[in-house]
């Protein structure tokens, strides 16, 4: 069994032409148009500089030493382009038999050539004085999905949180409440969000007084000198965050191998930072603070490590952290999960550590924000969505859906199928956009079972399954392959076989939305062919073909939303 892809291609013809090594064949190899009938094409005019032709004769030369192999149905010979047709029965039995595996390692049956590595993921990493909102769950999504994509291409992937637990805006939070709280308890609100209340209240008398930040820096001192009662309410208001978070993460299935902890760790990080400060590393301004010099070499900005008054930035436990990630997890690469506004931060970390001699391979997956079609969302006046408000959103409006569509449906099957749709709304929706990009979030727009949207997706592998079901007949591979001919078939079975090509893409450049983008072209591949090839007919052999065509989008369809974090639905 062979996966056909670009790098397949390129070590067959590489057969024959030695002038370029099998990596640079790949990167020449192009995916023709859809209404070119061939899966990959190569420009011989490439070639001119070394023969002294034509490119259509070199074309026509190459095509002619070529032995055609079988997983090739055709190659063709096209002004200077010599073009190649996989086999049909190759890609549907690839599918077919490997089923949940395909898209796995290419070299499923080429031992000696894939490298496990072993991966960190660090996500979504929140304070611990405000609920997790909109831009933590575009971080949570990208976070997991990339998890579950590099575990599925067979490396061995950690997923970590760190709790920014400590700090001056922790502190804000427990001023507020230690001056206004009264000693209430989060009995009726949810934890995290009774917690998130008094941050946004620190702001709003922070805005009448603006000494006020005085008495919160004061708190941090005590916090650090470890003052009984200071460290008692961190402790209670802490365990109301953090309690909260679970909650949050149970309902988008993410767990973590293990979970950090800022104030476990940060005095170490000032140890690294006083040790760099003797060696002669750093060096120390007239204020007191503690500096690094970035500029010459980096062409950064300095960076402040530590304040005049001793106390910790968030740099200063990042520092230490990388090292007790390696620690714990001996990892080939670090993956930050963290939104674009910290791009600078994230070259001053790496390069801080890379002067210390901490030289491990590190990557900061930078996303951008998220907007609401009002607007932005800012923490500190309370307009930002939280996370659970958006699921139960997602939920109210799925449930809308599911309920006109079936109103006679038990009510507990219409509130689970409701969930599942609203989730995968939400997912999909933020995860079809480039990681890189800003982009409004209309949760309106994203519960459509028409349009670009995750419902769209699940109502095509539900469709399937219903077509499946209306037909006695038996899929399996023993069909006529050659009936599956029409032009609207083989768009659709030359779109199947990029899906492996279309995940390593992803696997090396962390481009998520590569993987809905996908999706959404293979479903209107299928519903074009629907439109217009009848799969339940009179003539049982081409049936049995169509099935076993349609078995295979669903088999790729459930795959692609099973890295998404995405569950199928047999019925919509």
Not at 51 to 74: G, H
Not at 141 to 168: C, M, P, T, W
Not at 505 to 532: A, D, M, R
């Amino acid at each position: 069994m062979k996966i056909i892809d670009k790098k397949t291609i390129a070590e067959y013809l590489n057969t024959s032409i030695t002038n370029f090594s099998i990596e640079e064949l790949e990167s020449l190899i192009e995916i023709p148009p859809q209404n070119i009938n061939y899966s990959y094409a190569f420009p011989v005019y490439r070639l001119a500089k070394f023969e002294k032709k034509a490119p259509n004769l070199i074309a026509e030369d190459l095509k002619e030493k070529l032995v055609l192999p079988e997983y090739l149905d055709e190659i063709e010979a096209k002004g200077p382009y010599l073009n190649f047709r996989v086999n049909t029965f190759t890609i549907l039995n690839n599918i077919y038999e490997l089923n949940q595996d395909y898209g796995k390692i290419r070299e499923i049956t080429e031992k000696g050539r894939f490298n496990p590595l072993k991966i960190v993921i660090e996500y979504p990493a929140p304070n611990t004085n405000k609920p997790l909102h909109l831009g933590h769950v575009r971080n949570m999504l990208l976070g997991n999905s990339l998890s579950q994509i590099l575990a599925y291409k067979g490396h061995e992937v950690f997923q970590v949180n760190l709790n920014n637990d400590r700090g001056i805006h922790i502190c804000k939070s427990m001023l507020a409440y230690k001056k206004w709280g009264n000693n209430e308890e989060p009995k009726e609100r949810k934890s995290d969000h009774f917690v998130g209340d008094y941050y946004i209240k620190y702001s709003q008398k922070e805005e009448e007084d603006e000494n006020l930040i005085d008495e919160a820096m004061d708190l941090l001192k005590l916090w650090e000198e470890g003052d009984p009662n200071t460290r008692a309410l961190w402790k209670k208001m802490n365990s109301w965050a953090i309690k909260g978070f679970e909650e949050t993460y149970k309902k988008f299935g993410i767990s973590f191998d293990k979970e950090y902890f800022e104030s476990d760790f940060y005095l170490k990080g000032k140890n690294k930072i006083i040790g760099g400060l003797e060696e002669g590393i750093f060096e120390k301004k007239d204020d007191g603070a503690i500096i690094v010099r970035l500029n010459e070499g980096y062409n950064l900005p300095d960076k402040v490590l530590l304040r005049s008054d001793g106390t910790s930035i968030y740099i200063t436990q990042d520092i230490y952290l990388a090292y007790l990630k390696k620690e714990d997890f001996d990892y080939d690469e670090s993956i930050y999960v963290v939104g674009n506004e910290q791009d600078l931060y994230f070259k001053q970390l790496f390069a801080v550590l890379e002067i210390i001699g901490f030289k491990e391979q590190k990557y900061h997956l930078s996303y951008g924000m998220i907007s609401l079609p009002e607007g932005k969302m800012k923490s500190r006046e309370g307009t930002v969505i939280d996370a659970d408000d958006i699921i139960e959103q997602m939920n109210n409006l799925a449930y809308k859906e599911v309920n006109k569509r079936y109103p006679s449906l038990d009510k507990g099957k219409k509130n689970k199928r409701a969930e599942i749709i609203g989730m995968a709304a939400l997912r999909f929706f933020i995860l079809k956009f480039n990681p890189k990009s800003d982009f409004v979030f209309n949760p309106k727009e994203s519960i459509s079972f028409e349009g670009e949207t995750g419902p769209y997706i699940q109502y095509c592998y539900a469709r399937i399954e219903s077509i499946i079901n209306k037909s006695n007949e038996k899929i399996d591979l023993n069909i006529n392959f050659k009936l599956l001919n029409h032009e609207k078939e083989l768009i659709l079975i030359k779109q199947l076989n990029y899906f492996p090509e279309i995940i390593d893409i992803v696997v090396k450049t962390y481009g998520i939305h590569l993987i809905p983008q996908y999706l959404l072209s293979l479903c209107q591949e299928f519903n074009s062919f629907y439109g217009s090839c009848q799969v339940i007919s009179e003539d049982k052999d081409l049936e049995r073909a169509r099935l076993l065509l349609i078995k295979c989008v669903q088999i790729v369809i459930k795959i692609g939303l099973n890295l998404l974090g995405i569950e199928t639905l047999e019925e919509m």
